[in-house]
C-alpha cells in the first residue's frame, strides 16, 4: 500500500505563489507515476499535472507556464509549483500515484490518492 500526504495548502492573493508537496511512503517511488488532480464543490476532480519515473511530465493547458511539477527520488516527494495563481485555481488539490511509473491524465488510473490540500486565491 502507499501512502501519500499533501502539504502546502492555504490562502494567497492573486498573482502569488504557493508550492505544493506530497510525500509518499509505502513502496518504492521511483516505481511510481505521480500527478495532480483538482476538484471545486460539484465537479468532477481534473487532471492538473503529471511526472512520470522518467521525469517526463504534462501539463493542463490551463496552467501551462505556470505551473511546474518535479520529483526528489531522495525524498520521495513530488512538488508542484504553482506561479501567477489565479482566483480560478482555487481547489483542493490532490496527489495521486500510479503504479508502473508512467503518469496518466484521468483520474481512473490512479491507484492511490492523498486526502486533499485546499488552495484558495483571492481576486
Known amino acids: 500500500q502507499v501512502q501519500l500526504v499533501e502539504f502546502g495548502g492555504g490562502l494567497v492573493q492573486s498573482g502569488a505563489s504557493l508550492r505544493l508537496s506530497c510525500a509518499v511512503s509505502?513502496?518504492?517511488?521511483?516505481?511510481?507515476?505521480m500527478g495532480w488532480f483538482r476538484q471545486t464543490p460539484g465537479m468532477q476532480r481534473e487532471f492538473v499535472a503529471g511526472?512520470?519515473?522518467?521525469?517526463?511530465?504534462g501539463y493542463a493547458d490551463s496552467v501551462k507556464g505556470r505551473f511546474t511539477i518535479s520529483r526528489d527520488e531522495a525524498k520521495n516527494t513530488v512538488y508542484l509549483q504553482m506561479n501567477t495563481l489565479k482566483p480560478g485555481d482555487t481547489a483542493v488539490y490532490y496527489c495521486?500515484?500510479?503504479?508502473?511509473?508512467?503518469?496518466?491524465?484521468?483520474?481512473?488510473?490512479?491507484?492511490?490518492w492523498g486526502q486533499g490540500t485546499q488552495v484558495t486565491v483571492s481576486s
Open positions: 509505502g513502496r518504492a517511488f521511483s516505481g511510481l507515476g
Open positions: 495521486a500515484a500510479r503504479n508502473g511509473g508512467a503518469f496518466g491524465y484521468y483520474a481512473g488510473v490512479y491507484d492511490f
Open positions: 511526472i512520470s519515473n522518467g521525469d517526463f511530465s
